[in-house]
């Protein structure tokens, strides 16, 4: 039985159709690759920024420098924290897009 056109107006509005397609563009490939090579470059900056972060709470630990022992300290609790994140991130987005998906 053929649907009116505020049947299948509603019927869109609740069902699209729409769903992840991975072969859908060109490119997809090359975007993946840049993707990861940013993931790369900011797991490299927070090592270095970790490294430092720890270096700034030694010294200001062994100099009585509280300000610096604090920075020092909060530096490498962020670098810690920005690695967990830019680790998880793909896994992140696979739960977030799965959780998502099971909404009616």
């Known amino acids: 039985m053929p649907m009116s ?3 299948r107006a509603i019927y869109l509005a609740y ?3 729409v769903t992840p397609s991975s072969g859908g563009l060109p490119g997809l490939s090359v975007l993946k690759n840049v993707v990861n ?3 790369l470059f900011g797991i490299i900056a927070v090592v270095g920024a ?3 972060s720890l270096g700034v709470w030694a010294w200001g630990h062994h100099t009585g420098g509280h300000q610096a022992e604090s920075n020092g300290k909060k530096g490498a609790v962020v ?3 920005a690695a967990l994140g830019l680790g998880a991130a793909n896994g992140i987005v ?4 799965a959780l998502g998906s099971q909404v009616q």
């Open 15 to 17: 069902n699209p159709g």
């Open 94 to 97: 696979a739960f977030f897009s």
């Open 5 to 7: 056109l505020a049947d």
């Open 37 to 39: 090579s940013i993931n």
């Open 50 to 52: 970790l490294a430092v």
């Open 79 to 81: 670098a810690a924290g």
